[in-house]
């Protein structure tokens, strides 16, 4: 090799190192054949030493250039970094070169450099049969091009942030929201967690235009509460299962229907598909690197927890039948948070709706090829992470997750302020504490007053914004009662939170948040346990927003995108990046889906060429928000880009490739010294019996619209008096005992009222 090159690379291949002489200038040029491959790559690096590894800056930019000729299209500039803690990391991949066969230039230029790297090393990968030849490669720093940003709002809201809450309210009881391909938001409520109008057959679904501010209410062929949802690669809305039958008291719990849907952004209507093998009443929903959707979880037609998993056909236009899909036979609970990994395995991130984790460690990796799941660990207070947010970092490529707060309806603590980082770039991950979620106010019936102490919140919303930060927001201290109002901004450079402006509305159970094509974040619901819904809509302005003129994207050459492309845009002044953000689709703290794909850029002027992962798994196909982003972290109004191409037909570990062995994508070894448990499929069962108060409600009191809790909050006394005022201070009203039971004391004198003046009379003479 050359003086200050090496040789890198991994996985099953023939390969060969050399120098030739037919070189771009000078004598000699350096050659990577690969002539056979199964897996892997190899490259040839600068370096990693001190002596010849170059200096960075953090913060900082840089163009990276070479000359090149390659004979495949499977080859890449790859890029590493020194971290003064960690030593050296991958990076990412900035580059795929395309074929040529006579001497080429390239150039790209890096994201900023990130805190504590103080040197880089990059080279050429080549991941697919062929050679790739390079020569005279050139680094050079970018110099800042963005004098400093001017406030456009008062110094508080260029600090914080702003929030709005708009003029007209959302006419329908949503919990599920969903970006369209054409900006607008896809709301459905379903019954609304209204017993009157599942009885009425009533529910609703509304489409909302941010642009003109309208709501158009949409036919809804069934009760769509609580079921799972996610866009497929055409843009249409998959939307899985939902609620069957309401709870009875002192019979079935809450029951999941077989029934699918399609909803259609161009029709504004639902289609039938054919019908899943289970019910799912709170399923996940998990895009796949070829266009494949997969389930697990939720609730059964008979109110048992499901064990299958669910596959969704891309090619097929249908749900599989069982025989067709790799079964565990394990129960994930509801709403298991399963975030697609580079290389097509499911990172289990330990959030969920109700109850316990899973058994262990409550955190796992899933490989659905091999079939096996794999405990991770490190995750604080598995059991108290009901209603957590898990949420992919920006850029994906960092493979990086964040987890947030949490509670557990079954005991009903205070909900925490645990945040949990992992790293799953690495030999064998593991969760490492995060810094505590910020703190606000709590209203616990007599006004707002300061948290103090562990006191966090649960049913947090996680939002990441095109400046590359997340957006934490809304949540409550309790099972459906106590809001919490705090936001704050969490930064992955650095690992902190920042404090903002909090949503003026109570934000708990059945609320969401969701980033806007315009930059802005949207807020919507609050169903608290006596039953009623917050119907008024919240939009908050992030700082960014407020720094002055935007950039914009003038022209995108060609909005369908193909993995491994380089595309062009236009702009009307410097950007520094730009990005590619699925848009949401997103119920319950929860959007598995939901991610920010780097786009590495090669700058002429206002003119921007694009590279495109050429990995499926880092980026499913469909539908993306495009961001372009300055040097004062100002983003552009989005453009909608169509991402797709024969790399996501065949780049999943879901599939399998002619040889029978599994396709590989271009990705980096990690995840591959996995040490904890690993379980095979069980045997095979029907399903998984849970407890008809899995939802922390106790249904022999009021209607099904309320929700007395199973465990009152601990600081409340084990007393009817105790009990019946905590439910005067949280607004419950008339409460009519369902049969005979009177499991938590409220009617001791059994007129079959709950906490009326007899019974608070019998409760002190007691």
Not at 200 to 216: I, L, N, R, W
Not at 458 to 467: G, N, R, T
Request: glycine share 10%; net charge negative; hydrophobic share 35%.
């Amino acid at each position: 090799m050359p003086y200050c090159w090496e040789k890198s690379g991994w996985g099953d291949n023939d390969f060969t190192f050399s120098t030739v002489a037919d070189a771009h200038s000078g004598s000699k040029a350096m050659k990577v054949s690969l002539t056979r491959r199964v897996s892997g790559d190899r490259k040839a690096l600068i370096t990693e030493d001190t002596t010849c590894a170059p200096v960075v800056t953090a913060g900082k930019q840089y163009d990276l250039g070479l000359w090149y000729k390659t004979t495949t299209p499977d080859a890449s500039l790859t890029l590493f970094r020194h971290d003064t803690t960690l030593g050296w990391q991958y990076w990412t991949d900035l580059k795929t070169l395309e074929m040529q066969g006579s001497w080429t230039e390239t150039s790209v230029r890096t994201p900023a450099v990130p805190a504590g790297t103080d040197r880089i090393t990059w080279g050429v990968s080549v991941y697919g049969t062929g050679s790739a030849t390079t020569d005279d490669y050139t680094m050079e720093q970018v110099a800042d091009p963005v004098p400093p940003a001017s406030c456009t709002g008062t110094p508080e809201e260029c600090a914080n942030g702003r929030w709005t809450v708009l003029p007209t309210q959302n006419p329908v009881r949503s919990m599920h929201s969903v970006v369209l391909n054409n900006g607008k938001v896809l709301l459905i409520a379903g019954s609304g967690n209204s017993e009157e109008q599942f009885n009425a057959g009533t529910f609703t679904s509304a489409v909302y235009d941010p642009v003109a501010g309208t709501y158009k209410v949409i036919p809804t062929p069934k009760d769509m509460f609580c079921s799972g949802h996610v866009q497929l690669q055409d843009g249409r809305v998959l939307v899985m299962s939902g609620n069957k039958a309401y709870p009875v008291a002192g019979g079935h719990g809450y029951e999941g229907y077989k029934d699918s849907y399609i909803f259609d952004p161009v029709t504004e209507s639902y289609s039938k598909t054919n019908n899943m093998n289970d019910g799912h009443w709170y399923p996940s929903a998990t895009a796949l690197g070829n266009g494949d959707v997969i389930s697990f979880g939720g609730l059964k037609e008979d109110s048992t927890g499901s064990v299958t998993a669910e596959l969704w056909s891309d090619a097929e236009q249908q749900w599989q039948p069982l025989w067709k899909v790799n079964q565990t036979w394990s129960y994930w609970g509801l709403y298991p948070s399963m975030i697609l990994m580079q290389d097509g395995r499911l990172f289990y991130s330990g959030s969920h709706v109700f109850g316990n984790g899973t058994p262990g460690t409550g955190s796992a990796i899933y490989d659905y090829a091999a079939n096996t799941t794999t405990a991770i660990p490190g995750l604080q207070n598995k059991d108290e992470r009901d209603q957590s947010a898990s949420v992919l970092l920006p850029p994906a490529q960092d493979q990086k997750v964040l987890t947030l707060g949490g509670g557990n309806i079954d005991s009903n603590p205070a909900a925490n302020r645990l945040t949990d980082v992992i790293d799953l770039k690495t030999a064998n991950p593991a969760y490492v504490a995060g810094p505590p979620l910020p703190q606000g106010t709590v209203d616990l019936g007599n006004g707002q007053v300061a948290q103090t102490g562990a006191q966090g919140k649960m049913y947090v919303s996680a939002v990441l914004l095109p400046d590359g930060k997340v957006l934490e927001t809304g949540g409550a201290l309790h099972n459906r009662a106590d809001p919490v109002f705090e936001s704050s901004i969490y930064d992955p450079a650095t690992n902190t939170f920042d404090p903002v402006a909090a949503d003026p509305e109570a934000r708990g159970y059945h609320s969401s948040a969701f980033l806007l094509p315009d930059g802005r974040v949207m807020t919507t619901g609050d169903n608290p346990g006596n039953g009623t819904w917050n119907h008024d809509v919240s939009i908050y302005t992030p700082p960014y927003l407020l720094k002055g003129a935007r950039p914009t994207i003038t022209s995108v050459i060609d909005n369908e995108w193909t993995y491994g492309d380089t595309q062009r845009i236009t702009v009307d002044r410097p950007i520094v990046k730009a990005e590619l953000i699925r848009p949401a689709a997103v119920t319950h703290s929860s959007d598995p889906n939901q991610r920010f794909v780097d786009l590495p850029l090669s700058v002429d002027g206002n003119n921007i060429d694009l590279n495109v992962t050429s990995n499926p798994n880092l980026a499913p196909p469909g539908w993306y928000m495009l961001f372009a982003v300055d040097a004062n972290g100002v983003p552009s109004v989005a453009k909608w880009v169509h991402l797709q191409g024969p790399g996501a037909l065949s780049s999943t570990a879901m599939s399998a490739d002619a040889s029978g062995e599994a396709a590989s994508a271009h990705v980096h070894d990690f995840a591959d010294g996995l040490t904890g448990k690993v379980t095979g499929p069980g045997k095979k069962r029907t399903s998984q019996k849970v407890s008809p108060t899995l939802s922390g409600c106790d249904p022999h009191y009021g209607s099904i619209n309320v929700c007395v809790p199973t465990v009152f909050p601990a600081e409340v006394a084990k007393t009817t008096a105790a009990r019946c005022a905590w439910l005067k201070a949280n607004d419950y009203t008339r409460l009519k005992i369902n049969g005979k039971d009177d499991p938590l004391g409220l009617d001791p004198s059994r007129n079959g009222v709950a906490c009326d003046q007899q019974d608070l009379r019998k409760s002190t003479k007691k």
